[in-house]
């Protein structure tokens, strides 16, 4: 058997021969296969000579076999010698010391590691823990309110946090306009973070009517690249103020919210549930964040270096998608280096493989009813929960993206059960982005 050399890490090379007698003998046969039915100018369909087939399709036929016999004897080689293959073996011809009648390869490959899972009870895991009371819910409700309020007209108003702000405004840098700097009888709620900060603050306080010019920094990472990291002069004219006024907490504002009974009790406590279910997912992704923190910290492992490149070449072309969608010309083009997504490509091949041996170890396999339950918790959120439990459970690809979801559940819940835990209260605004 061909001895297995290790080169470094989970590298390893390993020389292979193949007979070209061999070869050819299969090349041959299936040259007079394909020469029953070939279809060559001049000759009726399986009557031209096997000289002009095998000038025609020889060469293909033998590189099939060549690569065919070489992967069984490379398949041959890993299974005596018990490894497991990650990615694909790169091939290079051998000519030096070969005898006649040999064609010889030189494969290189890369194997799993052992993967090593850490004493769980070493770990140190911060559970996530949210409150969810009436002031919650209250907040919540308000925040609704506010996105239906309609808006009064007030003169003599001071522009606040909350006002809808009709202006005109023209920005120019060292004295020339910019594309996109100007705008008039544009309208935007203050305080909501549409604009620049500098330039809300510039905008509260004043009144219809009222003029004011001020220096705007904008970011280095801002959109336009025209006017990224450089500093603009804004002259503005408040032209309308306008009061948010919201609507009562009553029936009408219940049905507006799908409440069809007008029901504002029942309103109040369909909002507690949807509030618990979304904050119950938010603390349960921090938690498991912490999770994958700790045990990525504690492995030293090798990791197969192809698996990773594979897994960032994903993410260049994820990322070259959404410059796509976001309409970014030549985002075919733009470059974007491996690199940038080496150690989190890392991370996750590294997470991937305790995950799966993890599994494999406490057979955390996601079972039949607890794949059911977080299809139903799931459907829920829509108007027909029956309609969605049986999309799901019927559609095999559907019902894939859940087990997965039941599967990472099923190893956190897991390794906090054996880990050393501390509980961590975090605030309702934190947990839902708001503050």
């Given amino acids: 058997m061909p ?15 193949v007979s070209i007698a061999d070869v050819e003998k299969q090349v041959q046969a299936q040259l007079k296969r394909v020469a029953r039915t070939a279809k060559v100018q001049g000759f009726r369909p399986g009557k031209a000579p096997l000289s002009l087939i095998e000038r025609s399709h020889g060469p293909g036929i033998r590189y099939d076999v060549i690569n065919a016999e070489v992967g069984r004897s490379l398949d041959k080689v890993v299974e005596d010698a018990n490894l497991r293959v990650a990615g694909s073996p790169s091939l290079e011809p051998k000519t030096e010391g070969v005898e006649e009648g040999i064609m010889a390869f030189s494969a290189t490959f890369e194997v799993y590691p052992e993967v090593q899972v850490p004493d ?9 823990n949210t409150a969810v009371g009436d002031e919650e819910v209250q907040r919540t409700i ?11 007209v007030r003169e003599g108003r001071e522009a606040q946090d909350d006002d809808r702000i009709t202006l005109d405004f023209t920005g120019t840098i060292d004295g020339i306009a910019f594309e996109g700097g100007s705008a008039e009888k544009f309208p935007f709620v203050l305080g909501q973070g549409r604009m620049l900060p500098e330039f809300e603050t510039a905008v509260r306080g004043m009144k219809a009517g009222e003029s004011k010019t001020f220096p705007l920094n904008f970011p280095e990472e801002y959109g336009s690249k025209e006017v990224a990291g450089k500093t603009a002069e804004f002259a503005i004219t408040v032209t309308e103020v306008a009061e948010p006024i919201l609507p009562e907490l009553d029936a009408e504002f219940a049905k507006s919210l799908g409440q069809q009974e007008g029901d504002v009790e029942k309103l ?11 904050v119950k997912a938010r603390t349960h992704a921090r938690t498991k964040a912490s999770v994958m923190d700790a045990m990525a910290e504690a492995s030293t492992f090798d990791v197969p270096k192809s698996l990773v490149e ?10 070259r998608e959404e410059l796509k969608q976001r309409g970014v010309p030549n985002a075919e083009s733009v470059p974007i280096p ?21 599994v494999q170890a406490a057979d955390l396999k996601a079972k039949p009813e607890q794949v059911r339950q977080r299809i139903e918790e799931f459907a829920q959120n829509y108007e027909q929960p029956a309609q969605v ?12 993206e859940i087990e997965a979801i039941v599967l990472e559940d099923n190893v956190v819940d897991h390794i906090v059960s054996k880990a050393q835990v501390t509980d961590e209260e975090v605030p ?8």
């Fill in 3 to 17: 001895e297995v050399e290790i080169l470094s890490g989970l590298e390893r090379r390993v020389d292979l021969t």
């Fill in 120 to 128: 769980l009870s070493t770990l140190t895991i911060k559970r996530a």
């Fill in 142 to 152: 308000d925040i609704l309110r506010k996105q239906r309020a309609n808006y009064e």
């Fill in 268 to 278: 109040l406590a369909d909002v507690r549930a949807n509030i618990e279910r979304e």
């Fill in 310 to 319: 594979r897994d960032a070449q994903g993410r260049v072309e994820a990322a």
């Fill in 338 to 358: 491996l690199e940038a997504f080496s150690a989190e490509s890392e991370r996750r091949v590294r997470l991937g493989l305790l995950v799966s041996e993890l």
């Fill in 389 to 400: 439990v049986a999309y799901y459970l019927s559609d095999r690809e559907r019902r894939a």
């Fill in 428 to 435: 309702f605004d934190e947990i839902m982005g708001t503050n």
